[in-house]
């Protein structure tokens, strides 16, 4: 059962690994045309897109692809296995608190994981390709972007899982797309006209967004590449309100998980 749950997690990081490659080596490029640093392609490959005048849609769409797919791919493990134990594991309300806990662990574990190799990976592609590192400005970018990456994609995963338990990976992906991308979206369409910045909060998609926060590095020879930041828009808060989603939505669905029968709350 162990090998066979670390053969798919290795499966799933080789698969998302690709896509990364695919979407983000054209960076690499313009970071060596342009003389840019280590830390801007840190930033074009996981800093999120920045706001423009204009709505600019491929660079929403090279932000997305890549993120939906983590979500998409981190999909439907709660409920397979849910599936597979529920006869045996959930007979007491102790046994179903304790899978539940350990499952969420686990998750949150494949997501951090997976970044640190996704981070690992662009290093090794940005001294590969000669660029320049500044290690004060890395160091203080490098955590807050690490966090606020994993927060988000590993909140997002575990709504896909609970709502794919009753609903099905399919409608439940099409509503994580909805809750993901069409508040990014209104954001990017609505700035230029309103200040958002403390709702930006709210908006859990939003906390993601390292280049939109007003205490994020200044690299000035790359400034051009990235919009000014949005004042009041902090990382600090960002990161607590990204735990505080994550604690609030466990717990809800926990109330939920423990006091209903397996048969409710999985779709045969």
Known sequence: MKLRRLNHLLYRYILISFVFLILYLPNIFLCRTQNLNLETYYLLNFGGFYLSKSFDIVEVIKFLVPNLFIIYMFSEIMRSECIINYVYV????????????????????YIATLYIWLFLLTLIIGKFAGLPLELDSFFKMILPLYFLNVLTIFEFVFLQNILSMK???ALAFI?????????????????????????LYFILPANQMYLWHADRINISEAESF????LSGFFLLNSLLIL??????????????????????????
């Not at 959930?90 to 574990?109: A, M, N, P, V």
């Not at 994580?176 to 990017?188: C, E, K, Q, R, T």
């Not at 990235?226 to 930041?229: A, G, L, T």
Request: hydrophobic letters at 55%.
């Open 90 to 109: 959930f007979i007491r309300t102790s046994k179903k608190q304790k899978w539940l806990f350990q499952i969420t662990i686990r998750l949150f574990i």
């Open 167 to 169: 609903n099905g990976s």
């Open 175 to 199: 509503l994580i797309v909805i809750l993901y991308a069409i508040p990014l979206i209104a954001v990017s369409l609505l700035q230029q006209i309103f200040s958002l910045n403390i709702i």
């Open 226 to 229: 990235f919009s000014s930041p």
């Open 243 to 268: 735990f505080g989603f994550i604690v609030v939505s466990y717990h809800i669905y926990r109330y939920r998980f423990i006091r209903k029968d397996m048969i409710e709350l999985i779709k045969e």
